[in-house]
Every structure is written in C-alpha cells, then in structure tokens.
C-alpha cells in the first residue's frame, strides 16, 4: 500500500493497521484512508447522521481539489447508519442573510463541481438516509452503489428551504423532473430498489456489501487509462447535452485525441498481440 499521498500532501502519519486515518488539512468529519491507487472518504459524523456543516462541505472541495495524481479513483461512503442527512440545518438557522444564503449555495456548487467535474471517478455507497443535500452529493458522483437499506428523500419542502448543492441541476438530469417534483412535493422517500429502477442508482447490494462492491469497481476504473476516463467524466457530459452536430464533432475530437496517446497505443498492441485480458461475463450487477 502505498501512503505516500496522505503523508506528503496533507501531512499526516499512518494509522492503524497501516491505514491513513487521520486529516490535519481535513475536518475531523471527514476521514480518508487509501487502497493502492484508490482513496476512501468517509463522512465521520454519525452522532448527526453525517449533516453535512460547512467545515465538511469545505473539506470536500479541498479534498477532490488537491488530489494527488497517484490517486485514480474515489470511493465515498458514510460511517454509521445513514450515508447523509443532508444540510446541516444549523448552518442556515439565526439571522436572515440573502446575500449569506447565496454564498452558501455557490459553496456547495464548487465543492460538488469539484466531485463531478474532477480528476478521477468517484464511487458513493449509499446506505440508511440519503436525503436532501445527501441526495445532491450523491449525484455529484459518477456511480452510485445502493444498499437495500438506502432510502431517499428530498425534505426540503418539510424545512421550508429548497435545494442548494447543484440538485436543481443535477437530479431533474439523473430521475427526470417529474420524480424530482413529486419527492419536493409529498416529502415521500424512494425504496434503494425503486432508486435503481429511477436511475438514482446504478447498483443495489446486501446491506454491508456496498463498500467492498464499490472498492471492486473503482478498481477497475482505476486500472483505464486515464485519457479514457478524462473524456468520460469531462468529455461524454458536455457532448450529451450538446446539440447534435456539436456532439459529434467534439466526440471525434476526443476518440482522435485518446486514441493517439502512446498509453491507447500500447493498450491495443497487447491486445492484438494476446497479451491483455478479453472481455469476461460474470453475469453482471
Ligand atoms: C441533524 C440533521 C440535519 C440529523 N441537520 N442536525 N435534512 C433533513 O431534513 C433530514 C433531517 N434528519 C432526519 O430526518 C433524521 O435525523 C434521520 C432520518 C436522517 C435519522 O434519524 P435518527 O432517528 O437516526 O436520528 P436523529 O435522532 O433524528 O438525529 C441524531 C442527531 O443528528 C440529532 O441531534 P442531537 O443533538 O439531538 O443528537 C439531530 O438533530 C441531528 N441531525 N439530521 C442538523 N440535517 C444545500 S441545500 C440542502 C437542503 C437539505 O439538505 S434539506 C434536508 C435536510
């Protein structure tokens, strides 16, 4: 295992086990440890249900903003029995500030524009509350593993607020706007299964399994080549909401410009030589 990223970055020791688990650059809500070339980020503040203050929404952005180049995915999970209750409704209580509460929002905005639009694919595992803000930052991830205890809500009509981390943007995208009204709404939540069956999730596991699973397929992402996952996390989005003709025309850019590189190069040689692994079935899920 290679600590080399926490120690000389953020300049911590490891913990036990031989994990990093602590963060001096990093709120004591937020810990992260590492697995080889992939770093796990777990939201540390089960006594509220990981409520997501502002320390912890700032560290999030310094975190994916200052990621060590060695690091090729992110897993993210929560400790305790919920992934996140959203905002900590603390941070929008007392005195009524409009220009405060815009500031507050664009925040978020940079923190999960720095998930979404980073370097490395982030894998969230969802279990117990993904509510409110929870949701919106497990839409800022790129893949979305469920436990079947996961449920989801967007209470904000319930508070009296509305959505303030992207997830105007972002979730009418995921579950279309129809779902993303009626949660606003009724208040009601989403089963995990029926989030997977709305595309809120891709994956639905055993409780407990969310994490190894995520582990499992972060791996893989990591082992692509990284042009490859460039394009598919800042190519593929703009090109898909693009007008047709501008799609395309930016789509054959990229595949010129991945395909070009010595990493492709090498990687289609070893596999018309027989060299590199052929695709495997396994039954998929
Ligand atoms: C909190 C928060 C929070 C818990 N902010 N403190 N989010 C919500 O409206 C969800 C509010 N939370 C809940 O409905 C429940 O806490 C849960 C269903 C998630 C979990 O229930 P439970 O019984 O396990 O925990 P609990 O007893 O309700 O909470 C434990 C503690 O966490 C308690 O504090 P304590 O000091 O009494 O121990 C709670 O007050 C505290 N806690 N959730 C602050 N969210 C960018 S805009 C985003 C807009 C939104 O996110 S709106 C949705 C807000």
Redesign the pocket.
Known sequence: MDNNYITEKLGIGPGPGGRNVAMLALPPTLSVTREDAVAIVRLSRP???N?LDDATVLGLERFFATLDETIRAVVLHGEG??FC??????EVTGEADLFRGIQH?QM?HRAFHAIQFGRVPVFAVLH??V????F?LAAACHVRIAESSAYFA???G??G?????G?AMRLPRLIGVPLVQDLMLTGRTLSAEEAVRARAAQYLVEPGTGLAKALDLARKAASNAPMTNFAVLHALPHIAEANPSSGLFTESLMAAIAETTPEAQARLRAFLEKRAAKITHDGGG
Request: no cysteine.
């Open positions: 006594d509220k249900r409520a029995a919920h209750a959203g905002l900590d409704l603390g929002s978020w117990g509350a509510v409110g803000g929870g919106e967007l209470p904000e319930q508070r607020i509305f959505l303030g981390g997830g």
